[in-house]
């Protein structure tokens, strides 16, 4: 909005030229997005904790600890995660770009589903909320709505192909395949980032470092002259996407502040629904996917850990770990939770380093 408003301006006043630059807009939407967290965050705990007397329900067969430790914080936290990450969006990019508005949509239609999953789990004081089938059918249609329209505002015809990184040029036709393959990594990324969110500040760190990494990723691809320099798939308009990671950094870092350990609130299914939907929508743009599987190592090891775990359990009765997804394993061979999240976030780290060094492998 500032940007559309502003910038025609800049032949009268020469300082709004500022508005023209993605750097100096990805820099405002994410002090923006920290700021509104700063501000909203403490009333809008207030609010859920009067509206939510008994908390987000716990798993009765989890960890006996969460049920003393973690009865009666308040959840839904996510929504506090959007406001944050959408104003500051709306207020700093340019709204002609149809990636912003896309990326836009589909996360907040992920965000719907999660609000309705973490309403019933509410009001029916368990922890089931909408049914698996439901939840995913819904994710797909949206999904597949947004593999469409990425196809349709495509400028130069490149989506349809899988970007192979580290090898210049190299991509995979997919053909009608890229529909599919959509679902996955959105529904996917989705999905995984809410399996993740089990302990206090453990998805929402990993979240952070990958869309500071994408906030890199999206500002090269949608530059011509690194991204032909680089050897990267380049994307016209998609560097834009750089303000609406930065509000995404700015957003999950002052959710920090309240979610980390002990968590003031958590954020439910309307945060990491929506955050994993918009990571996978994001690398989907940029034709980045396999490089958000790196990056975003830390969601997949969590659902790989559910797959073999019910795998090993329906072929030979047996379980791998003494709970799924991992972080409850080490939980229940004694780390101290902050000594998981912790742990975590150090891996994430590295594998946003590694994530950003396949720009230069080539």
């Known amino acids: 909005m500032l940007y559309n408003l502003l910038f025609p301006l800049s032949d009268y006043w020469s300082a709004l030229n500022l508005f023209k630059y993605i750097t100096f807009r990805s820099i405002g939407a994410t002090l923006t997005a920290l700021l509104l967290s700063f501000l909203v965050g403490p009333w809008l705990i207030r609010s859920l904790q009067k509206l939510q007397t008994s908390g987000q329900p716990i798993r009765s067969d ?31 990019a340019n709204l002609t770009n149809p990636f912003i508005i896309l990326v836009l949509c589909t996360t907040l239609s992920f965000g719907a589903i999660g609000f309705w999953d973490d309403y019933r789990k509410l009001t029916r004081k368990n922890t089931k909320g909408i049914s698996a089938r439901t939840r995913f059918l819904l994710q797909s249609g949206i999904a597949l709505a947004a593999a469409y329209t990425l196809q349709n505002v495509d400028p ?3 989506y349809g192909g899988l970007a192979i990184p580290f090898f210049k040029n190299l991509s995979l036709d997919l053909g009608i ?70 509000a995404m950094v700015g957003a999950a870092l002052g959710f920090l502040w309240f979610n980390t350990y002990p968590a003031q609130v958590f954020m439910g299914d309307v945060g990491s629904l929506a955050l994993g939907a918009a990571l996978g929508t994001i ?58 999240i912790v742990r975590f976030w150090i891996i994430s780290i590295i594998l946003a380093l590694i994530g950003i060094s396949t720009l230069k492998i080539r």
């Open 156 to 158: 130069v015809g490149s």
């Open 177 to 246: 395949l890229f529909f599919p393959f959509a679902i996955l990594v959105i529904v996917g990324t989705s999905n995984a980032v809410n399996l993740t969110d089990g302990l206090d500040g453990l998805a929402i760190g990993p979240t952070m470092l990958t869309a500071a990494t994408f906030l890199i990723i999206a500002y090269v691809t949608g530059h011509s002259h690194f991204a032909n320099y680089l050897g990267i798939p380049y994307v016209p308009g998609a560097g834009e996407l750089a303000i609406f990671c930065g």
């Open 62 to 92: 989890g960890p006996q600890r969460h049920i003393l430790e973690k009865t009666g914080t308040p959840t839904m936290g996510g929504t506090l995660i959007l406001l944050a990450m959408v104003i500051p969006t709306l207020l700093w």
């Open 283 to 340: 690398g989907m743009i940029t034709r980045h996917e396999i490089v958000l599987a790196i990056v975003g190592g830390i969601f997949v090891v969590e659902t790989l850990s559910v797959i073999v775990q019910v795998a090993s359990f329906k072929l030979i009765g047996k379980r791998v770990f003494r709970m799924a997804p991992i972080h409850h394993h080490f939980e229940l061979k004694g780390w101290a939770e902050p000594k998981i």
